[in-house]
């Protein structure tokens, strides 16, 4: 069964960085799309990056030039750094493995990002 896991997560200072880790088992890694995506309280599952199997990447506008989305596929991992961290990118954090083929897709259970001083 396919499994993902994040870690990296925590408490940071305003423009401060963290880098989110997310290990996927079970699955094909290299040829599946990943996403990370956020949910803060009371607001929507949002996009953040995603990185196809080929690499070419996406993120929404609030994040360009702040955070960088990567994919190591000897690790089975997908990354997410992140910089010049807001208080607004306060969240649960979570690695998603898009639908392949007739496989479904894949949510991690989630990790927090707090950002405050």
């Known amino acids: 069964q396919v499994q993902l896991v994040e870690s990296g997560g925590g408490l940071v200072q305003p423009g401060g960085s963290l880098t989110l880790s997310c290990v996927v088992s079970?699955?094909?890694?290299?040829?599946?799309?990943m996403g990370w995506y956020r949910q803060a309280p009371g607001k929507q599952r949002e996009l953040v990056a995603a990185?196809?199997?080929?690499?070419?990447?996406n993120y929404a506008d609030s994040v360009k030039g702040r955070f960088t989305i990567s994919r190591d596929n000897a690790k089975n991992t997908v990354y997410l750094q992140m910089n010049s961290l807001k208080p607004e990118d306060t969240a649960v954090y979570y690695c998603?493995?898009?639908?392949?083929?007739?496989?479904?897709?894949?949510w991690g259970q989630g990790t927090q990002v707090t950002v405050s001083s």
């Open positions: 079970g699955s094909i890694f290299s040829i599946n799309h």
């Open positions: 998603y493995q898009y639908p392949y083929g007739l496989n479904m897709g894949y």
């Open positions: 990185i196809l199997s080929g690499g070419n990447t």
